[in-house]
Structure formats: structure tokens, C-alpha cells
Nanobody, 123 residues
Framework: QVQLVESGGCLLQLGGSLRSSCVAA????????TGWYRQEPGKQRELVAR??????????DSVKGRFTISSISRDNAKNTVYLQMNSLKPEDTAVYHC??????????????WGQGTQVTVSS
């Protein structure tokens, strides 16, 4: 079983910046795609940014211009993905969840979610 542990959530003011990280642990052979999603109370979880093993990135329209393709990065050796969030707004307030899809050493594909970390932006 692959477990994801996020860190970096906190309370910030309008315009603040935050770098969150997520570490994947377990018998991981490879991670194809990893990224960050967020969820506000009563709303569906939505993509923020994700990155593939080859470095291709996908950034949500809702954060484009503030988050760029360099906002998300990964360290394959450490099974860690990072999200650099800049120019934060109150509407960015949400629980941010890490996600990873890959294959373990038992040659089984996995898709795992982290517990989430709260990011709150005040005006």
C-alpha cells in the first residue's frame, strides 16, 4: 500500500506564498503521474496541478497566471512532489490533497490520496 503524506498547509494573508510537499511511501516501483487537488466544503475535488514522470505538467485554469508550470515539481529519487503557490487569494482556501498514480513492486498499479492539508487565505 502506498501512503502519501502532505505538509505545508497553514493560514496566510492575501498575496502570500506557500510551498507544500508530499512524500509517497511504500513499495513503489514507479510513479507515473502525481499532483495536487483541492476541495472546498460542499464542493467537488478539483485539479490544481499535476506532473508526469517525464516532466509534463498540467495547471488548472483557475490558478493559471499565479501558478505556472514551474509551480509543480517532483524529486523522483525521493518520491516527493512540491507545489509552490504564489499570489494566494481567499478563493484558494481549501483542503489540498496530494495524489499519485503508479506501479508497486508487486507489479500492481495504484492510485493513492493523501489525507489533505488545510490552506486558508484571509483578506
Amino acid at each position: 500500500q502506498v501512503q502519501l503524506v502532505e505538509s505545508g498547509g497553514c493560514l496566510l494573508q492575501l498575496g502570500g506564498s506557500l510551498r507544500s510537499s508530499c512524500v509517497a511511501a511504500g513499495r513503489i516501483f514507479s510513479i507515473y503521474c502525481t499532483g495536487w487537488y483541492r476541495q472546498e466544503p460542499g464542493k467537488q475535488r478539483e485539479l490544481v496541478a499535476r506532473i508526469t514522470s517525464s516532466g509534463s505538467t498540467n495547471i488548472a485554469d483557475s490558478v493559471k497566471g499565479r501558478f505556472t508550470i514551474s509551480s509543480i515539481s517532483r524529486d523522483n529519487a525521493k518520491n516527493t512532489v512540491y507545489l509552490q503557490m504564489n499570489s494566494l487569494k481567499p478563493e484558494d482556501t481549501a483542503v489540498y490533497h496530494c495524489n499519485a498514480e503508479g506501479r508497486n513492486y508487486n507489479q500492481r498499479d495504484f492510485r493513492s490520496w493523501g489525507q489533505g492539508t488545510q490552506v486558508t487565505v484571509s483578506s
